[in-house]
């Protein structure tokens, strides 16, 4: 009981909740953080996704080593780039550079992967239908292909993003900001009340951000 | 960039942070895959239940890592209960998705031939739908290892006895010191390849009549983080 008690005065305290270390600071941080890296994954892994899903080039190449990358471990991952960050730029190169470059690296593969899938699935009679109406490749992909990956998009930023948050939250072992800092903090000053309030952040944080693109991917489906 | 004196006098400490981590993870994939065996069997044919139980495994496997283990430290301490338990029910989701999906996938027609042979429940399920599904468990086992292996590091987060390699990653940051870092994750990286390779070896000579499965088709995210 105690520590739901602790929770909830640590959540409910007024001065957690403004200046530099405040949650909607730490939680802009991590929106941040998550929305950048994810911009740049989409930016990449999507034209690539529509590419290989349009022309069934290199897909299982492409498919076969993004399943392979998704293995790769978040922590270990910032653990690599870290050195590479750090020996570029001593100050930003030990905070936030290694965590937003993994968070990139991880967000890449389950957008790529999915969008591939998407595009490729579409039923082939559909797209010769519309070859056949006249329409220009590049018309086939807008206005056939595309809108019908909409929902296998969908799901594949879903992976990403949740994956993103959650690095986003190991970032915080290594100096970068975001509501992983009061779980860092608290366990290190044994403060259960930052520590759970913490949790109870990440946590909500991470499944809004999930049940968000499920109900957004019901709204396509419609 | 690599400070090899450092790595030199600490080949002790690297096997003992690489046995510890694959310790640490064995346990949790041991106990993670009998507690889902015994949660599919049990919802296989309550389809309520069996729902119920992938939407929370599905809900804990969204969760963060950090904030799991964290999570825990006010209730069972800075203990090993604390590091398994987050590691284990990160388990859950992959082995019942692969689990259910092999036993999904047994035709409806062997099951009829097994029931006409006089096999009772118990008996279908264990000496045909279990070998059956086989593949797809074993594949289950390749990625919830493979995952585990990756999540073992953050659980450096509970201190120095705990996080296996991912220690070195902690130790090293505090230090500011890359060969440390690196010498964590590196290994920790390597020690996953050689467990999922033993695996694709053990599934090969089980399930013979099956070409063995990639890692990672059966389910959306890969690890969680």
């Known amino acids: ?222 | 960039m690599i400070d090899w004196a450092w790595v030199g006098d600490h080949l002790d400490d690297l096997a003992w942070r690489t046995l510890q981590h694959f310790l640490f993870a064995a346990i949790a994939v041991a106990v993670g895959f009998v507690l889902s065996l015994g949660f599919s069997i049990w919802s296989l044919r309550r389809p309520r239940l069996r729902a119920a139980l992938v939407t929370a495994s599905g809900v804990l496997y969204t969760i963060p890592s950090l904030a799991l283990f964290a999570a825990l430290i006010p209730v069972t301490g800075l203990s090993i209960v604390t590091a398994e338990v987050p590691l284990i029910l990160y388990t859950l989701l992959i082995f019942m998705r692969n689990i259910l999906a092999g036993l999904d996938a047994v035709a409806p027609d062997v099951l009829e031939a097994a029931d006409a042979m006089g096999y009772s429940g118990r008996a279908r399920l264990l000496r045909v739908e279990l070998p059956l599904a086989l593949p797809l468990v074993i594949g289950g086992v390749r990625l919830a290892s493979v995952s585990t292996i990756g999540l073992v590091t953050v659980s450096g987060i509970l201190g120095d006895r705990f996080g296996g390699l991912g220690f070195f990653i902690f130790e090293g940051y505090r230090h500011s010191f890359p060969t440390e870092i690196l010498f964590g994750a590196l290994p920790s990286i390597a020690l996953a390849i050689l467990v999922d390779l033993a695996l694709v070896a053990l599934q090969r000579r089980l399930t013979p009549w099956a070409a063995a499965q990639p890692a990672g088709g059966r389910i959306g995210p890969a690890g969680a983080s």
């Open chain 1, 1 to 222: 009981m105690n520590i739901l008690t602790d929770t909830l005065a640590w959540l409910t305290d007024p001065s957690h909740w403004t200046g530099p270390a405040g949650i909607p600071t730490r939680l802009g941080e991590h929106l941040a953080l998550s929305g950048v890296s994810m911009a740049v994954a989409i930016a990449l892994a999507i034209p690539i996704g529509i590419y290989i899903g349009h022309t069934g080039r290199y897909a299982r190449l492409v498919v076969n080593s993004a399943n392979l990358w998704r293995a790769l471990p978040s922590l270990a991952l910032i653990g690599i780039v870290l050195p590479f960050t750090s020996a570029m730029d001593p100050q930003l190169g030990f905070k936030v550079y290694p965590t937003l470059v993994a968070m990139v690296v991880l967000a890449v593969p389950p957008v790529l992967v999915n969008t591939q899938a998407g595009i490729a699935g579409v039923d082939r009679d559909l797209v010769e239908a519309a070859r056949a109406m006249g329409m220009r490749e590049r018309q086939v992909v807008r206005q056939v292909e595309l809108p019908l990956a909409l929902p296998a998009l969908d799901s594949g930023i879903r992976s990403g993003a949740v994956q993103v948050v959650a690095t986003a939250t190991l970032g915080a072992i290594f100096g970068s900001g975001g509501l992983g800092r009061y779980l860092v903090e608290g366990v290190a000053q044994q403060d259960d009340g930052m520590t759970f309030g913490g949790v109870v952040l990440v946590a909500a944080l991470a499944l809004s951000v999930e049940a968000g693109f499920v109900l957004l991917q019901r709204g396509m489906k419609k």
